[in-house]
């Protein structure tokens, strides 16, 4: 059976020697961490199942270090060690996410009875009010949630662009939410109360898009027994989403150049112009830039969608925003399957934040749904979500076997895999890992890794 991890934080090493030949006593698997901002760097660094962190500390405070820790990964169970005249920095540290305190000097039978609670049920409360808050005012103002610096500038640009009339481009990986960033531009935009068409290029066929775009007479072909309003007209004074638009056919791409430049589109069997007020959203995976160059998609067309161009991060550059967007999923999931889940213990929240998620939101919206659904007790575990492990062997942290690794191994290996998936960019390494600049470059110089 694995040992649970357990970092104990604390900047008087006798102290910390102490806890640590205690506790592994006990039988748990202890690490130390000389001050605070030592003990976030392990915790941004590999998973532990608990943080024992000091409120005393020289450079770093134990506040500061829990705030950290604690925005980092919420469902980490903190336990804080202060002095008996500090009881009001301990009630602090209550407040912003500490699962509970001990006074000192240490009462070690009290000790061993909190961490034994703690680790039973590894299983902690996950979000604290002001997270509450946080989800439910972002999914009030646009349903896109995140906290990352990328996800604010998006949100920024959707705030500039969609009080405008200006057409607009929506790029990003599948599964990155670029429906959701559609929606926030149609919704926020004087045309709110209008309608909001959406309809995918990639799931009609060629002969059938015409006619699910401009419509159709009566008679117009085979089938065609009534005449029928295309999606453009439907749309009219309201906003259209193209998704899938890289799909579309040069012949049909004709087309909607046409209705951009002219205003107006003919339905198919028709021979009468049909005027249309309508702000194309149109949405891709696809490069569209490179297919114009390439001759497979229209420039002038690419031109007429790309007046303002939204490119939305993978989920994999934005770790950050894993722990809202997993639990704002978990909230929606148990309602919809009726279980009381109560949130993810620390080593699952700590297994997807370090995931690459290559099929971005959407594959966290499933993890999470599967989660709710598989799980065993009232917090999804690590154990529920193993499939994400198996699917990312590129992942050395949560491989198996590493019980008989050394941290600085794990350490190594970590650093070296994030400055390769980030393309040897050193500021984004570091910017990934939580780390400083300089610090990373210290790293790799005792790797050999210094160009």
Known sequence: MTKNKILVVDDDAAHARMLKTLMTDWGYQVFLAGD????????????????????????????????????????????????????????K??????YDYLTKPLDFDKLKLTVDRVLERIFLKTENKSLKNRLKQAAFAHDILGKSPAMAALLDTIHMVAPTDANVLVTGESGT???????????????KDQPFIRINCAAITETLLE???????????????????????????????????????????????????EKEFTPVGGDQN??????????????????????????????????????????????????????????????????????????????MIRYSWPGNVRELMNAVERGVVLSRSDYICKEDLSFIIAEDSKEPILGAGLENISLSKVEESAILSTLESAGGNKSETARRLGITRKTLLNKLKQYGQEN
């Open 177 to 191: 939410g670029k429906e959701l960033v559609s929606s926030a531009l149609h919704y926020n935009s004087p045309r």
């Open 274 to 351: 049909i005027r249309v007020d309508v702000r194309i959203i149109a949405a891709t995976n696809r490069d569209l830039k490179t297919m114009a160059a390439n001759r497979t998609f229209r420039q002038d067309l690419y031109y007429r969608l790309n007046v303002v161009s939204i490119d939305i991060p993978p989920l994999g550059k934005r770790p950050e925003d894993i722990p809202e967007l997993a639990l704002h999923f978990l909230t929606r999931f148990s309602r919809k399957n009726k279980r009381d889940i109560q949130g993810f213990s620390a080593d699952a929240m700590d297994a």
């Open 36 to 91: 605070g901002d030592v003990g976030v760097e392990m915790v941004r660094a590999e998973a532990f199942d608990m943080v024992l962190l000091d409120m005393k500390m020289v450079k770093m405070s134990g506040m500061e270090a829990l705030q950290l820790i604690h925005g980092y990964n919420p469902s980490l169970p903190v336990i804080i060690m202060t002095a008996y005249s500090s009881v009001d920095t301990a009630v």
């Open 211 to 261: 006619s699910e775009l401009f419509g159709h007479e009566r008679g117009a072909f085979t089938g065609a027994d009534r005449r029928r309003k295309g999606k453009f007209l439907l749309a009219d004074r309201g906003s259209i989403l193209l998704d899938e638009i890289g799909e579309m056919s040069l012949a049909m791409q004709a087309k909607l150049l046409r209705v951009i430049q």
């Open 93 to 98: 540290a209550l407040k912003i996410g500490a």
